[in-house]
C-alpha cells in the first residue's frame, strides 16, 4: 500500500556523482579538500574545503610580543618563508620608524630570491608530478634542497629560518657562505637546460598543460590574481618593479611574462623566474663583497617593546603572488591586529573553484598546483 | 650563461618526444643520493639546546622570551644559590613538543648560558608523552657534547649592555660646592632605562627590603610614575634616601649585569620619586592606611630609617607610634651622616614628612636615658623598639692619638650636617677605607677647596685597593676631587708639635691583615716608613653603638653578644618588651635598616594580635 503523500526522495541525476580530492592529495602543498561535483569526467561544481591547516595565526599573534611573532611568520607559507618574515619585518619597521642598514637589506633580497628558486622549483616538480611525470619532482626537491643547506648554513634553520627581525637581520652570512651561494646558483643555472629537456619541452607535458584552466586578463583582475598567475595572462605586474622596497630598485631584472593564461603559460612564468632569480642572486652577490657594515639598528629590549600606536600596510611579491601584511599597534607590547592578505586564499579559492568548472577530473589536481597555493596560508 | 643565450620557449611549441630522453645520460652520472652516514649540522645550527649550568644563575629570562612556552625553570637541588649575587638553583627545562628552535632563548639570555647546539636527532622510546620534556645542561639533551650551534654572539644578541647616562657634574665643579654630583633621569631616559631590564626579579630577592623593583621598573617603562611610587612605598618608606644612597644590591645581582652594565635601579628609584609630587607621594604612602585605631601604643628609640620604618608600617597599622629623637632633626645618620652632595637634606625631609603623614609622631630633642627613662617607656607603652645605630666612632688608638686635631670622622660630619663650623685644615689625613672614610675626604675637599682654593688630602687604608669597604665608584669619584688615596698602609703614629697638635701621621706598609686563623692581627713592613703631613688626623675606622640610655639594670638584664645587643630572627630582645633595630644590631646602610624596620614591625603586629587573642 503506498501511502498518499508519499513521493521519493529527490536525488541527483543518476550521472552527477560526488568525489571529494583531499585532504591529502597531490594537486597541493598541504592538506587541503576540494569536493567535486562531476557528470562523467567533467567537473561541474568544485567547492574548495579548507581550514585544514587552520591554527588561528593572526589571533595568536594578538597575545605574543612583537619579537615573538617572528617565530609564527614563516608558519604562514611552509614552502616560501622567507616573504613572510620580510614583509611582517618591514610593517614593525615602518610603524617603528626604523632604518635597516644597507647590508641587510641585501641580505634580505639575497634570502627572498633564494626562497623563490626553492619555492618554484618545488612548484614546477609538483606540478609536472600531478601531469603524472615524477622525475622532474624529484630533481626540483633535490635541488631545492641545496638552497636549504644555504640557509641552514646562513641561519641554522633549514625551512623556518626566522633569520630576519626588525631592523635587520639576525647575524652577518658566515665565512665563505657568499662563495657556496655563487657555487649553487652557478649549478642551478646548469640545470636549467636539463629542466627543459625533461619538461618544458617535452611533449607529454606541453600537451597536458596547454589550454588548461586558462584565466583572460580581465578575469584575473576581477579575481585578484597576482604573481605568476597574473603574469602569465599577459600583464607585466610584479611589486618588486611596481612598488620597490628592499634595494629592489638598485637591481636589473626583467618581469616574464606568457598571454595564454593556461597551466602551461604559468609554468613559463615560473621556468623564466628561476633565471631571473639567479641574475638577481649574482648582483646581490657582487654587492655584499663591496657593502660592509652593520646588519641591523638597534632594537629596544624585546622583552619592553611598545611599538608606536598606527597602523600599517605592506607588500612584497612571494613566488606565489602579492603578499600583504596590515599591522595595527595601538602603541602596546603586542600587535593589535594582524592581518595576512596572501595570494593563496584568492588562487586556491575563488579562483580554483571557478576554473575546475568544466575541466576533466584528471585536470583538477594540475589547475591546482599550476595556480601555485599554498594551504597553511589559506587557512592561515 | 648570459640571458640572451637562454632558450625561450614560446607557448605554441609543441614541445617533443626527443627532448626529454637526452637526459637519458643521467644514467650514467654517479646518483647524488645523500649517503646514509649521519650528516653534520651547519656551524649556526639550531639543534636541541645546552646550558652552561657554571654559568646560568636561573633568571629564566628564556622562559619569558620563549614564544611557545616551551621552557619551565626548574628547581636543581645542589646547585649553588645565593640571593645576593644573583645565583638561583632554577635552570631551563625545555618541552620540545612545543619548542620551535627560534633561539630567541639565545638571543636574549643575559648569560649567555644558553646555547643550540647541532644535534638533531631524538627519537622517543618512552611511552610517556613527557619524555620530549628535557632539563639540558652543557652536554645536552643526551649527555653527548655536541658542538654548539647558534650561540650567543655580538651580532645577535638583544641584551641591551649600556647604560643610559645621565648628566653628572664635572670633578673640579662638584669639588668646589655641595650640590648633588649627579643631575638624575629626565622622562625619556628613564623610559630607556627601564625598557632594559629583563624582569629576573634577582634585584627583588638581593634586596635586604625586597624592594618591588621589577614591578616599579615595569611601571616607569610604561611611563606611570605614580604606580612606580606605590611599588616602591610598599617596602620602603626611605624612598628619596635609597634613590640616592642605597648600597645597591640589587643592581649587583641584576642578571643584565652578568656580561653588561646592570640596570640603574636605584636612579630609577630616584627618578620614580622626584617624578611625583610630595603630597601625591603622601596620599599614595597612606592608601593601604587602617582607619580604626587599635587602642596600642608604641615607642621608637630614635629616628634613623630603622626606627622611622618601623613607626611608619606600625602607624599604618593605626598603632599610636611615638618616635623618641635625641637630635633636632629626623633621619639618624642618613642626616648626620651623609654628605649633602649625596643626600640633599631636602629630600630627606621629604622622606620624613611622608612618614609622619601617616600618624608618626617624632618627638626631637628629647634623649632616652635623661629626659625619659627605659622604665617610663616600658610602663607606658605596649612595645619599645631601641634603634639608637652607631654613633660613636672609633679610635685607632695609636700613639699621640689623643693630640689636638685629631677627629672621629662621624663627629665631624655630624657638626657639618648640623649648621657647625669646625676647623678646616690645610692639609688633612684620613685613616679608612670606607665609606665614612670616603665622606669625610670629599667633605673636607670641599671645604678645603672653598677656604684654601685648593685640596690636600691623604687618605691611608689598610686594605689594599680591591678590598677596601667603600663602593668601588666613592673610590673612584674621591680620587677624581684630588683625594691621595693610599692602600696598605697601617697607622702607627700621630706625630704632634711642642703644643701637642697634630702635625702628621706615621703609617707602615701592611705586608697581611690577618693571621692565619682569620684574626684581625696586622703585620707590617718595617722598612716601608711614610709620615703624612697633615694638621688634621680623621679617624674613619669604624662606629659602635651609645648604650648608656639602656640604664644599668636593664643592661643587666639583656642578652649580649660580643657587645651587641642579641636579637632573635625577629628582633626581639630577651627581654619581652623591647625590639632592637638597625645599624646597632646589624651591618650599616640603609637598606638593611629598612628592611629591620619591617621586621620589626611586623613582629610587634604579631606580638600585640597574640596578646589581645589570649586577653
Known sequence: MRPENYEAQRQPPSHEYELNIGPNHPGIEGNYAFKLRLHGDRVIEGRADAGYLHRGFEKLMEGRLWIQNLAITPRICVP????????????????????????????????????????????????????????????????????????????????????????????????????????????????????????????????????????????????????????????????????????????????????????????LVRRKELFESIKIVRQVLAKLTDIHGPIRCPIPNPLAWNVPAGSTFTRVESSKGELSWYVVSNGGERPYRTHVRGPSQMHAVQVLERLAVGARIEDVAQIMFSLDACPPEVDR | MSDEKYETIDHKDPGGILAPLKNLQFFGRKPVTEPLEPRPASANYRGFHLNDWEACVGCSTCQKVCDNAAITMVEVPGLPEDPAKGIRNLRPAIDYGRCCWCALCVDLCPTGSISLSREYVHTCTDPELDSYFMLPDSNGIHGVAYDKGWAKHDESDMVSHDRTRMAEMAPEARVGSFAEIVAGYDANQAIIEASRCVQCGMCHDACPTHMHAPEYIRALWRGDAEEAVREIYRTNPFAHTCGRVCTHRCEIACSVGHRGEPIAIRWLKRYAMDAVSPERVKQIAAEDKQTSPSGKKIAIIGAGPAGLTAAFDLAKASHEVKVFEAMGAAGGMTRYGIPYYRLPADKLDDDVAVIQSVGVDIQYNTRVGSDISMDQLRDEYDAVVIAVGLWIGRSTRVKGSDADGVYRAVNLLRQIADGNRIPVPRRAVIIGGGNVAMDISRTLARLQKQKHGKVAITLTALEDLDHFLADPEEIKEAGEEGVEILDARGPQEVLKDSRGRATGLRTLKVSSIFDEKGRFAPKYDETDEIVHEGDMIVEAIGQSADVNLLGEALTEELEWVRGRLSVDDNLRTSVDWLWAAGDMVRGPDVVSAVADGHKVAASINEHLSIREKAA
Not at chain 1, 181 to 192: G, I, W
Not at chain 1, 227 to 247: E, H, I
Open chain 1, 80 to 267: 616560501d618563508p622567507v616573504p613572510m618574515e620580510v614583509s611582517y619585518c618591514l610593517a614593525v619597521e615602518d610603524l617603528c620608524g626604523l632604518e635597516v642598514p644597507k647590508r641587510a637589506q641585501y641580505l634580505r633580497v639575497l634570502q627572498l630570491e633564494l626562497s623563490r628558486l626553492a619555492s618554484h622549483l618545488f612548484t614546477f616538480g609538483g606540478h609536472a608530478a600531478t601531469t603524472g611525470m615524477y622525475s622532474p619532482s624529484f630533481w626540483g626537491v633535490a635541488d631545492r634542497d641545496l638552497i636549504l643547506d644555504l640557509f641552514e648554513e646562513l641561519c641554522g634553520g633549514r625551512v623556518y629560518h626566522i633569520y630576519n627581525i626588525p631592523g635587520g637581520v639576525r647575524r652577518d652570512a658566515p665565512a665563505g657562505w657568499i662563495e657556496r651561494v655563487s657555487d649553487t646558483v652557478d649549478y642551478l643555472e646548469t640545470r636549467l637546460p636539463d629542466y627543459d629537456n625533461l619538461l618544458f619541452k617535452n611533449q607529454v607535458f606541453v600537451k597536458r598543460a596547454r589550454d588548461i584552466g586558462i584565466i583572460s586578463q580581465e578575469q584575473a583582475l576581477d579575481w585578484a590574481v597576482t604573481g605568476p598567475n597574473l603574469r602569465a595572462t599577459g600583464l607585466a605586474f610584479d611589486v618588486r618593479r611596481d612598488d620597490p622596497y628592499l634595494v629592489y630598485d638598485e637591481l636589473d631584472f626583467d618581469i616574464p611574462t606568457e598571454h595564454a593564461g593556461d597551466a602551461w603559460a604559468r609554468a
